[in-house]
């Protein structure tokens, strides 16, 4: 397999490639995480995040220095340490074995690590990232709808089963054939970094056909694969714009750290009103964070875009929640979105 992705790699545009290369050194680093940190006081904190314009609320926050000024607010001096990994198993392991603090992933990773910790740890949610539609793409002509792939064909997820875009594709899939045929295509996916997954795509790779990815890897496939084309989006099974994309961590390291916690939260906010005001200042941000070679004018359409809005308070989460727990994907069943996020009035309002 790994021949095919260098195969890949070799015929795809510089921005992709550049990507692509930057994720393999991360994987490679994530070793490092496998070490339980020990406690942390106050003014410490560990950020969680992955690839992709969804993290943008993060890329501007840590570029604009807005923790450690809320900090300051806060009479705190904050040290922000940020990590980034790929797919919502790697997060949830490096949020459990204390290795951050703040972990950064899908609805779908969340609802796992709540249910799995349910009474322990107490893992819930702090923030939505924004609502963003999330794209399952295709270079396979003869797939139009989930119900064409075939035993043929690959699709691409960050993490098989526990990722957002896993669930989602799920959720779908009960749509399509009932909930007791929910698992029908999990046999054929991948757990492949966006970033690997986009240059397959773009490459017009016959091994994997489709990847279930996020901005703004999506559009980078639409863009320059003319037989990529959108076989599935998120909103249209989720019920409308909703929140893929959260925050999380651990009761304890909220109860013990409140006024860094507190700081995370408001610096979040700082970060949404400023994408809002200021997409142009917000997509150099994100292309000076992540040293991204991403055409700018694609990045600016993205933020742009009326399905996109960057906001904290989770929206539309609760549908997939109680589909999860149908389908037996989570023992505990979630009342209300409320009961797998941490009480908070910046996220008040949500849903």
Same mark, same amino acid.
């Given at each position: 397999?790994?021949?095919?992705?260098?195969? /890949? %790699?070799?015929?795809?545009?510089?921005?992709?490639?550049? *990507?692509? $290369?930057?994720? &393999?050194?991360? !994987?490679?680093?994530? +070793?490092?995480?496998?070490?339980?940190?020990?406690?942390?006081?106050?003014?410490?904190?560990?950020?969680?995040?992955?690839?992709?314009?969804?993290?943008?609320?993060?890329?501007?926050?840590?570029?604009?220095?807005?923790?450690?000024?809320?900090?300051?607010?806060?009479?705190?001096?904050?040290?922000?340490?940020?990590?980034?990994?790929?797919?919502?198993?790697?997060?949830?392991? /490096? %949020?459990?074995?204390?290795?951050?603090?703040?972990?950064? *992933?899908? $609805?779908?990773? &969340?609802?796992? !690590?709540?249910?799995? +910790?349910?009474?322990?740890?107490?893992?819930?949610?702090?923030?939505?990232?924004?609502?963003?539609?999330?794209?399952?793409?295709?270079?396979?002509?003869?797939?139009?709808?989930?119900?064409?792939?075939?035993?043929?064909?690959?699709?691409?997820?960050?993490?098989?089963?526990?990722?957002?875009?896993?669930?989602?594709?799920?959720?779908?899939?009960?749509?399509?054939?009932?909930?007791?045929?929910?698992?029908?295509?999990?046999?054929?996916?991948? *757990?492949?970094?966006?970033?690997?997954?986009?240059?397959?795509?773009?490459?017009?790779?016959?091994?994997?056909?489709?990847?279930?990815?996020?901005?703004?890897?999506?559009?980078?496939?639409?863009?320059?694969?003319?037989?990529?084309?959108?076989?599935?989006?998120?909103?249209?099974?989720?019920?409308?714009?909703?929140?893929?994309?959260?925050?999380?961590?651990?009761?304890?390291?909220?109860?013990?750290?409140?006024?860094?916690?507190?700081?995370?939260?408001?610096?979040?906010?700082?970060?949404?009103?400023?994408?809002?005001?200021?997409?142009?200042?917000?997509?150099?941000?994100?292309?000076?964070?992540?040293?991204?070679?991403?055409?700018?004018?694609?990045?600016?359409?993205?933020?742009?875009?009326?399905?996109?809005?960057?906001?904290?308070?989770?929206?539309?989460?609760?549908?997939?929640?109680?589909?999860?727990?149908?389908?037996?994907?989570?023992?505990?069943?979630?009342?209300?979105?409320?009961?797998?996020?941490?009480?908070?009035?910046?996220?008040?309002?949500?849903?």
């Amino acid at each position: 397999m790994l021949h095919l992705f260098r195969a /890949a %790699l070799s015929a795809m545009s510089r921005q992709v490639r550049h *990507a692509a $290369v930057l994720a &393999l050194g991360v !994987v490679v680093g994530v +070793t490092a995480l496998a070490v339980p940190g020990g406690a942390r006081a106050e003014g410490q904190l560990r950020v969680a995040e992955q690839f992709g314009v969804v993290y943008l609320l993060l890329n501007v926050a840590r570029d604009q220095h807005l923790i450690e000024q809320e900090g300051r607010r806060e009479g705190l001096d904050i040290k922000v340490d940020w990590v980034r990994l790929s797919g919502g198993a790697a997060i949830n392991d /490096a %949020l459990l074995s204390g290795a951050v603090d703040i972990a950064g *992933a899908g $609805v779908g990773p &969340l609802l796992t !690590v709540w249910d799995r +910790t349910f009474g322990r740890q107490n893992v819930k949610g702090v923030a939505s990232l924004g609502n963003l539609p999330y794209y399952l793409v295709s270079n396979n002509p003869e797939v139009k709808t989930i119900a064409d792939f075939t035993s043929r064909d690959r699709i691409a997820v960050p993490a098989v089963g526990v990722s957002v875009q896993s669930r989602v594709l799920q959720y779908a899939a009960a749509k399509q054939w009932g909930d007791k045929a929910f698992d029908k295509l999990d046999s054929l996916t991948q *757990a492949i970094p966006h970033p690997d997954a986009t240059a397959a795509i773009i490459a017009n790779s016959n091994v994997i056909t489709a990847h279930f990815g996020n901005p703004p890897f999506q559009q980078q496939e639409l863009a320059q694969n003319p037989k990529a084309h959108i076989v599935l989006n998120s909103y249209d099974v989720l019920g409308g714009p909703s929140s893929a994309t959260v925050l999380y961590a651990t009761e304890k390291f909220r109860n013990e750290n409140p006024k860094t916690y507190h700081a995370f939260v408001a610096a979040l906010a700082q970060a949404a009103q400023l994408i809002q005001k200021n997409p142009e200042l917000a997509a150099d941000i994100y292309i000076r964070v992540n040293d991204s070679k991403i055409d700018r004018g694609l990045l600016l359409k993205i933020l742009r875009d009326p399905q996109v809005q960057f906001k904290i308070a989770p929206q539309n989460t609760f549908g997939l929640a109680k589909f999860m727990y149908r389908v037996g994907a989570i023992r505990h069943e979630p009342k209300s979105w409320q009961d797998y996020f941490f009480e908070d009035s910046a996220t008040a309002g949500g849903s």
